[in-house]
């Protein structure tokens, strides 16, 4: 069996995304995580984006073997211009980015109408309404659970998430999207199928990396 790599990149503030990772992946994939400095913000600016492509290019140059690389975070990567600096930081590798994964996963569920469970407070929570929005996306309903900073969020219970998806469950909505790397779904995930299809920002990432169907 050949051992796939996988460079998984995170923030600081993300204490779950690995460990819930190397409880999830078959043998076949090789885990490594590479931090990266929590920094408040979205990181649009020109500044912000040249050096979010620095810091990507010193995590490159120490990798040596072909990788699938997750960049699991939305700091500079809310648009396409993100997504082509983050992606250009990165030599023979294929890279996966969580929040355009998400848009990916939503087109190929043909979805319109999307039902939004955020961990954020609402400040956050009305950010991810209008990046849907600008996607083209319908926000017909929408759970914020209110925590803020990589701490709570990551303590967030895990019947606090499930019920929040069965209210979803009862929408209208074409489609269920639930933000937030750090959010603790993967251990959840098949407790969250339901009629309507759920993405997860960690599973539509690995669902675009072809690591999970």
Known sequence: MEVQQVKLIISSENTTLTKDLKDFLSPEFNLKTFYMDYIPGHGESKNELMKTKSDLSSINSVIKEPSKILYARSYSAFDKKGWDTIKSSFKNNEVYISTESIINQLHKHNAKNIFLISPYNQY??????????????????????????????????????????????????????????????????????????????????????????
């Open 124 to 213: 956050r929570h009305d950010y991810e309404i209008k990046w849907l929005r600008n996607f083209g996306f319908k926000v017909i309903g929408s759970v914020a659970l209110g925590r803020t900073g990589g701490p709570a969020i990551a303590s967030t219970p895990r019947d606090m998430i499930l019920n929040s998806n069965k209210v979803a469950q009862m929408s209208d909505a074409d489609c269920i999207y639930i933000a937030c790397t750090i959010l603790p779904t993967l251990p959840i995930i098949n407790e969250l199928k339901g009629e309507i299809p759920v993405i997860t920002a960690a599973s539509a990432m690995l669902s675009e990396a072809g690591i999970i169907d």
